[in-house]
């Protein structure tokens, strides 16, 4: 029996498991569509993120917990450049900004945004 390739269609991407694969293994589309989910998880949770209730190690616990996993399901098989990975470093900065709130700058009493290595202190 001989089976006729062209009655096969060529699928160019498809979604498996949450991951969304390509034929051409094309990553930048795959962080994409991991960051809307992470971002989605991110909104619905920017009020508990940003309470005053709650303990900054508290929220850190939530962010790493139900945050992060959404962001990095399936990272195992992403072999990222820098700009994949920045993509990814600003969404963690963005969320921790919200996480550690705004600093104020003792000398001139300002509010201001905390920086990249400040976080990275935090």
Known sequence: MRIDNSTFERVEEFKYLGKT??????????IKSRLR???????????LLSSRLLSKNLKIKIYRTIILPVVLYGCETWSLTLREE????????????????????EVMGEWGRLQNEELNDL
């Open 21 to 30: 694969l390509t034929n051409q293994n094309f990553i930048p589309k795959e």
């Open 37 to 47: 989910p992470g971002n989605a998880c991110h909104h619905s949770m920017k009020n």
């Open 86 to 105: 920045r993509k990814v470093r600003v969404f963690e900065n963005m969320v921790l900004r919200r996480i550690f709130g705004p600093r104020r700058d």
